[in-house]
């Protein structure tokens, strides 16, 4: 059964910095893709940034600029680097993992961005 566990959240200022780590139980390449959602209470959860299987990334437009994703193969990593934060970022954030025999979720790790 995969496993992803997310860590790296907290309570970052406006402007600032945050690094979320996804280690996953065994080898990321046997996923077509990856991903980081976020979820705001009483929203729906929400693509922020993908990377597949071959290296190809994509990022929201709200996050574009600000937001890269990428991975270390060898940790079975994903990372989610966030800069120039802001308080609409605030949000708890998932790891997400799919392929041909499913997809999963992390428990997920909360941003908080004070002004």
């Known amino acids: 059964q995969v496993q992803l566990v997310e860590s790296g959240g907290g309570l970052v200022q406006a402007g600032g910095s945050l690094r979320l780590s996804c280690v996953a139980s065994?080898?990321?390449?046997?996923?077509?893709?990856m991903a980081w959602y976020r979820q705001v209470p009483g929203q729906e959860r929400g693509l922020v940034a993908s990377i597949t299987s071959g290296g190809s990334t994509y990022s929201s437009d709200s996050v574009k600029g600000r937001f890269t994703i990428s991975r270390d193969i060898a940790k079975s990593t994903v990372y989610l680097q966030m800069n120039s934060l802001n308080v609409e970022d605030t949000a708890a954030y998932y790891c997400?993992?799919?392929?041909?025999?499913?997809?999963?979720y992390g428990r997920g790790t909360q941003v908080i961005v004070s002004s």
């Open positions: 065994g080898s990321i390449l046997r996923f077509d893709h």
């Open positions: 997400y993992a799919e392929n041909e025999y499913g997809a999963t």
